[in-house]
């Protein structure tokens, strides 16, 4: 078959009775090139014993044995259909979202082209990942069904959308010369969303920005579109909405309404013409008064309260200005029930702890002042300025170096010279030594860089020409590395103890975990308030659970923290930990300002156990703290290898 008539027939697969038109605008082709491509299809499909039915007025279908339609869906899948477990999982998720009856598994496995007991497994883990959104799924003789309000559906709809918008987002020039941005989403959604819906949208977007001359930010755009999207697909086979009057709403939403008709042939309910027209009104307001949430909160006030609350950070300019920036748009949003989602929160919250936590202790303040409540969404996106800010602070400890010369004290000074320049950022030259001081008293350092070779010290030594050739610079360049890589891996193993370490068969609660961590904390001289520190972590997660696949990582203020130390407690049958995850290990990160600088290498440990679920599952399984403290070593030294 053609790759037109394998576009066609996937299509037809996955739906029953449609017509030229439906075909033509998810295929992108002209209703007389489809009635073409049909033609050799119902010659191709006959030695499966299918049929292409087409009946005038009333539509087009297949029809045929159940095994003959199976063969032909194998055939579609070697041609790019849906062959992963996350695109099955992802095309149910959306069928029952979409769908108010009820839907059998076997016609489920029909529409996949898979086994009944493939079907069972994909729909095991959508169940699941339902259930932890607060959806259920009722069976019965008739098949399984959601039972959501129409918020949760397209909550989570637009949620799946928001994971595929980003990356499949492009930018295309139309006929008349004009760029407009365009989606295509993969295939298990385009089932649902015909490519025809989503170019109207977008079409409809660039027409009303280019007659109107407003503009949306890419937060914006995305958030109206995938709604839109969303709004248009529940519309589909509903009754024509009342006419309203037209003066309910504000000019530009009655443009921007008048352009999506135009192109999707469509009218949406009263409802969600509201919908659009808050979100314009919010969106054009903001731009012409930037931040009114309160008399007093200009600009110019929002960055005096910004000083104050974190002036313990020590604030740059670039972080201030960019803080004040961001939240003289999102106080007016949030102010007016708008919520922009974040498709990176999961990454966020992972690999930017601090920075996340900073955010939350910063949205408590804004909370308080502005009276506005900030979703994980929110939190990750100031997150990302915390994040720059600490980017641009010195993080790493320069390693203290002597360079040893025995050619002149003016042939040293140029090695040293040349080597703070190369080096400046990594290297600290305490001092510049000639033989018959090393002789005499030897040397300490955590590096030696020398004219000579120098055997029997007990810091690594790096011979160098004195004019410092490439070759030598890239010696240098590997022993820093060497020596960084074996203090990151130091600084994790060092708080880690094995009398930090804790294995319990016994299944509890991270109100029950928490406090008992706290406890060991205070034993070992860690902290001297138990207490606080377990009433600083609780509300910690029960603002924002810590949870990450089998892991949890609480922690508290390094206020609180007397030295620093890492607590990992270990559950083989698991720990109910806040937001409704269950964990089977914890690392409780006791950390105070003198580990600051190793704060990013040990996360960076922290998130590649969590990345590896088989050495997690096998850290779960340990006898005793021991065993575990040398799983996590000789773990830790292989991936260095």
Known sequence: MKAREIEILR????????????????????????????????????????????????GIRLTGSRSGKQKLGLLVQAKGG???????????????????????????????????????????????????????IRSSHTGVAVTATEEQRRHLIAQLLRQYWGDNLYVKQTKDGQLMQNVQLPRQLQTFFLPALVDGVMAAFAEFTEQTHVTFNDYEFQSLAIHLVIAYKRAEGTPVPPARDPAELRPETRVLLALLAKHLHLQLPPSEQDYINLHLTNMLDQNQHPLTVSADADTAVL??????????????????????????????????????????????????????????????????????????????????????????????????????????IGTSRLLAQRLEERFADSLHITRTIGLAELLKNGVHAQLVISTIPIEGVAAPVVTVNPLLSPADAQHVTAAIQQLTQTARTDSFLQLLPSDMVVVTNEATAYTDVIPAIATRLGEHGVTASPKVVTQAAVARENLASTALKDVAIPHVSPELIQRSAICLWIAPHGIAWAGGATVHLVFFMAVNQAAEQDLRHIYAVINQII???????????????????????????????
Not at 35 to 54: I, S
Not at 357 to 363: E, P, S
Not at 623 to 637: F, G, H, M, N, S
């Open 11 to 58: 299509y037809l697969l996955h739906h029953r009775w449609t017509h030229y038109a439906d075909i033509a605008a998810a295929t992108h082709l002209s209703e007389r090139t489809v009635a073409n491509y049909l033609d050799l299809l119902a010659a191709d499909v006959t030695p499966y014993g299918v049929t292409v039915e087409r009946k005038p007025s009333v």
């Open 82 to 136: 849906l062959t992963s477990q996350d695109e099955r999982e992802h095309y149910l998720e959306v069928k029952l979202l979409l769908t108010d009856r009820p839907v059998t598994l076997q016609q489920l496995a029909d529409d996949l082209f898979v086994s009944r007991s493939t079907v069972e497994g994909d729909f095991k883990a959508v169940k699941q990942r339902l259930q932890q959104q607060g959806v259920t």
């Open 303 to 408: 960055s005096e309260q910004l000083t104050a609350w974190l002036r313990d950070l020590q604030p740059d300019s670039e972080l201030l200005q960019g803080l004040t920036l961001h939240l003289a748009s999102a106080l007016y949003r949030l102010q007016a029930g708008l919520s922009i989602t974040n498709p990176y929160v999961a990454e966020i919250k992972r690999n930017l702890p601090v920075a996340f936590d900073t955010a939350l202790a910063l949205t408590k303040q804004l909370r308080t002042a502005y009276r506005v409540t900030f979703n994980d969404d929110e939190v990750c996106y100031l997150a990302l300025h915390f994040a720059s800010f600490f980017e641009r602070q010195p993080r790493r400890r320069r390693i203290e170096t002597v360079v040893v010369c025995s050619s002149g």
């Open 611 to 641: 990345d590896d679920e088989t050495f997690c599952r096998t850290l779960s399984q340990v006898p005793d703290a021991v065993a575990a403290r040398q799983k996590l070593t000789d773990y830790i030294e292989r991936s260095h290898e």
